[in-house]
């Protein structure tokens, strides 16, 4: 039975439903409130803030690790937050937390992220939002302190709420809590990729590509989410929807387009 006392909690991901990420951090909110699981039925890493308009969305309930029960939705992590809040949820949703991401979500990664997308789905759905990742780029990944420290940011916000149009991305070492140099609120900083392709062919001879696999060119500027993790901090960085270069705008004008 719905409690109507607890904030309504809806968690997803881009790692996909049985990513050992999303269970973490349910266990820690569900000591915050009323949890509902709605993510991915596989993963969707770097796939943006993509949603499915050409086909339709399928979601099935499926039994976790722990024993409990979520929702496996077939579109993007985009999609599953408004699956989440239109139907699982009934459009009564206080929090969305999307993570915890096996992965940073820094500086410019910010535009490919999956994570980082539905936590914005929130914001454009009128809903307080959190993003987490942690910084392992290996199969292993230390999610204890994300997830109570997930727990900790998920009442703060309940309580004081957030700026309009803003959310939260968060990014934790990949280390023991007792390690951790401390907690750092932060800018979005630089982080390039020098791009890499490979060609390869089929066995008809015709030519296919592959992307990625270049490491990430980091400027570790004070006071960016870069530099803070790279110190062994946590970075909680507010992101704001508002894309717009306003420090431009003088000069574009200026061009004369008008």
């Given at each position: 039975m719905t409690n109507p006392t607890r904030p309504r909690i809806l968690i997803t991901n881009d790692d996909g439903i049985h990513a050992?990420?999303?269970?973490a951090v349910k266990a820690a909110l569900d000591a915050v409130g009323e949890v509902f699981v709605?993510?991915?039925?596989?993963?969707?890493s770097?796939?943006?803030?993509?949603i499915t308009l050409h086909k339709p969305l399928r979601i099935n309930r499926v039994r976790l690790a722990?024993?409990?029960?979520?929702?496996a939705a077939s579109g993007t992590p985009t999609d599953c937050v408004s699956l989440g809040v239109l139907a699982v949820m009934e459009e009564r949703a206080d929090l969305v937390v999307s993570g915890i991401n096996h992965g940073p979500n820094l500086g410019w990664?910010?535009?490919y992220s999956g994570t980082v997308s539905a936590a914005m789905e929130g914001v454009v759905m009128g809903i307080p939002a959190i993003a987490v990742s942690v910084f392992s780029y290996t199969d292993e990944a230390v999610y204890d302190f994300a997830a109570k420290f997930t727990a900790h940011l998920a009442r703060m916000v309940i309580e004081h709420g957030l700026p309009s149009d803003t959310?939260?991305?968060v990014n934790v070492p990949n280390l023991p809590g007792a390690d951790i140099k401390g907690i750092e609120v932060t800018r979005q900083g630089r982080r390039r990729y020098a791009?890499?392709?490979?060609?390869?062919?089929?066995p008809s001879g015709r030519a296919y590509y592959w992307l990625g696999g270049?490491?990430?060119?980091?400027?570790?500027e004070e006071g960016t989410d870069v530099k803070a993790v790279a110190d062994g901090k946590v970075s909680v960085t507010p992101v704001h929807m508002d894309l717009t270069g306003y420090s431009s705008l003088d000069e574009i004008r200026a061009w004369g387009i008008e």
């Open positions: 050992e990420g999303i269970l709605v993510a991915p039925e596989r993963p969707r770097a796939c943006g803030h993509s722990d024993g409990t029960f979520a929702h990664d910010l535009t959310l939260l991305n791009g890499k392709l490979e060609k390869r062919a089929d270049d490491e990430a060119i980091d400027d570790l």
